[in-house]
């Protein structure tokens, strides 16, 4: 099969990277982040989450953050919306996409949001037809898409399941995510494969975790049955709250590597890439999560 | 294309592994680190180096480690001998199998082992010669065969050439050697696919670097073409040289995971092989350079 010949990579990185790190970053780090990402040809940027900051404090500043960034062109900007709540207060800082998200497992649903898999749809169900309304772009993620910490193995079925629900509201685009980087190649090409039975190839996307290491072989499988977009952080922001000490999301620099590599397009400059992963790095007090970095920085010192 | 049902995997960790690791290991832990591979179900193990202890001090108690193995049966031994003087020295401890190597870049080969691709040839000769009439399998690793530190990109052609060299010697099995770790997966592919022009597909395995995370998708990618051998490196043991702060080998752990995930078997014991990454990483003070290995011992943990 012919691979696609251009990919496009959402930046996850400063909501679904910050919202997993321990360390609160200041909102102008955060506007700061978006500027490099978008400067360094990034055209999907995931920029905060309207949750309560009374479970989230990380992004309680995300209608500053929303307000501080500079919009350009052909850039769109999204929002992770869990609720009618956080919809209202994010239409209000007019996003180009929202977000919502719903497990294929029914006991990550019941830990994570407290409900089962049916009731979080009916609690987006509002929030999809209000997005819709006002010609919002709504976009669904489908988490624990191939593996969960509680049930194990994650079948197909389940993530067919989600995503026929999803279509059936009014979603326009569902993201499988391996929530917790268990996944491996044909594993990942059978929960995207379900997906595509309600939507359609240039409405699927990938999102993967590096925690065993498997996402930049997930994301070649992935391109093997047609999927050309991904979700990835800037320097693999986002720890995995899962499995200690392991790392989350891939790398936006290891991802474009091989996709460059590949002689696949993404549109990104990979040297200012990584002075955004190097930047928000540095205000992290850590070295980037990401290989291609690492070694791309150390021969830059030599 | 169907992948391969079986991988075998060959364990350099002993050997490349540790040859790159700057604390010396003694001769007892090597010894107890090859029978850990081996019980873990390893069927080849790199176990050392019979070069000039002038030159690779961490390799001087080759024939101790040799004389101090347990055999068993049905599991290969290989060791690596540049020269004629190595090789008499090797076979004194009764290899399986000896590795001549040659890189498929000049620049390289006059850095690395001062002479030219031509002249590294001339010198394996004899040892080829003395090892096929012993009955002893050879070995050929082709290093640089994607990317050079002095050089950059590596033709295919050039990787074409030295396994033709190595052919008319007499090598009965070829490695194509990602060692700088800059390959992804369709230039990993055309550096196999040119060592298959004088190779079959049982007598060539990759070795993939994880320097830039790019060594999974470019097993895959192996497995694609209908390659089911590669060599790998418990605890991802063996920096990288030419590239400071960055991992080298890929860990055996890693690929086990994703071949195992992937329905495809290898014989090896992943709880086993886990325990022997930690046992060497114990010896050298440090954590694996696996992210199976420190995702699923953080899950052992909590």
Same mark, same amino acid.
Request: net charge neutral; glycine share 12%.
């Given at each position: 099969m012919q691979l696609p010949q251009h990919v496009k990579l959402v930046d996850v990185g400063p909501r679904d990277g910050l919202q997993n790190e321990k360390q609160a970053v200041p909102a102008a780090v955060k506007i700061e982040l978006v500027q490099r990402l978008q400067d360094a040809g990034l055209t999907e940027i995931e920029v905060t989450s309207f949750v309560s900051p009374k479970w989230v404090p990380q992004m309680a500043d995300n209608a500053e953050v929303m307000a501080g960034i500079q919009r350009k062109p052909g850039v769109r900007y999204s929002v992770?919306? =869990?609720?009618?709540?956080?919809? #209202?207060?994010?239409?209000?800082?007019?996003p180009d996409?929202?977000?919502?998200?719903?497990?294929?497992?029914?006991?990550?649903?019941?830990?994570?949001?407290?409900c089962s898999i049916a009731q979080s749809m009916e609690r987006f169900r509002p929030v999809v037809q209000a997005a819709l309304a006002a010609g919002i772009a709504v976009r669904g993620a489908i988490s624990c898409a191939v593996g969960c910490p509680y049930e194990g193995e994650i079948a197909p079925e389940r993530v067919e399941l989600?995503?026929?629900? @999803?279509? #059936?509201?009014?979603?326009?685009?569902?993201?499988?995510a391996?929530?917790?980087?268990?996944?491996? =190649?044909?594993?990942?090409?059978?929960?995207? #494969?379900?997906?595509?039975?309600?939507?359609?190839?240039?409405?699927?996307?990938?999102h993967f975790h590096d925690t065993y290491g498997?996402?930049?072989?997930?994301?070649?499988?992935?391109?093997?049955?047609?999927?050309?977009?991904?979700?990835?952080?800037?320097?693999?922001?986002?720890?995995? =709250?899962?499995?200690?000490?392991?790392?989350?999301?891939?790398?936006? #620099?290891?991802?474009?590597? @091989?996709?460059?590599? @590949?002689?696949?397009?993404?549109?990104i400059d990979l040297d200012r890439l990584m002075d955004a992963g190097q930047f928000i790095s540095d205000a992290l007090g850590r070295k980037p999560h990401s290989r291609v970095s690492n070694a791309l920085m150390a021969k830059r010192l030599s």
């Open positions: 992770l919306t =869990p609720n009618l709540q956080g919809y #209202e207060a994010a239409v209000k800082t007019r996409e929202i977000v919502v998200f719903a497990a294929a497992s029914e006991a990550f649903s019941q830990k994570n949001i407290n989600v995503a026929r629900l @999803m279509r #059936e509201l009014g979603v326009q685009h569902v993201g499988v391996d929530t917790i980087g268990v996944g491996t =190649p044909r594993k990942v090409q059978r929960a995207l #494969e379900a997906a595509l039975k309600h939507y359609d190839i240039n409405q699927v996307s990938g498997q996402a930049l072989a997930n994301t070649l499988a992935s391109l093997e049955v047609g999927i050309w977009q991904f979700d990835t952080s800037v320097a693999g922001l986002g720890g995995c =709250p899962y499995a200690k000490g392991a790392t989350g999301n891939v790398a936006t #620099e290891d991802v474009v590597y @091989m996709l460059h590599g @590949m002689g696949i397009s993404t549109g």
